[in-house]
């Protein structure tokens, strides 16, 4: 006997996983999790940080967006660090960072529109 005519019903269950695009997902606690989990899942993500850069008389804070490229067991501390590449300015170079100050360049990437 066939079934009815039409498109087959959907059967749900199917395997769920996080999606960046929810805002649950930048949670720092869920990212702090995911990140001791999976070091290497933020690879290529987006970071920003706030830079003091000289003009002359003045210093202002200006925020830079770079990239994560790597992440690395520490030498010293017996952690993991990320190592985040900057494009532009005086810090045009790799710069290291540890678990909870990635966590917080990421949700500020995410909430300056860089993600």
Excluded at 45 to 56: I, M, S, T, Y
Excluded at 66 to 84: A, K, L, N, P
Aim: one cysteine or more; charged letters at 25%.
């Amino acid at each position: 006997m066939r079934g009815p005519p039409g498109r087959p019903r959907f059967i749900g269950g199917g395997m769920t996983r996080e999606d960046p695009a929810s805002s649950d997902f930048f949670d720092p606690n869920n990212l702090l999790r995911i990140l001791t989990a999976q070091p290497g899942r933020a690879v290529r993500w987006p970071f920003a940080q706030e830079f003091d850069v000289d003009e002359g008389s003045s210093t202002i804070r200006e925020h830079r967006v770079g990239q994560v490229v790597g992440c690395r067991m520490s030498d010293t501390d017996g952690v993991f660090e990320w190592s985040v590449s900057f494009l532009h300015g005086d810090h045009g170079d790799t710069l290291y960072y540890q678990v909870e100050e990635l966590v917080t360049g990421l949700i500020l990437a995410r909430t300056m529109g860089a993600a």
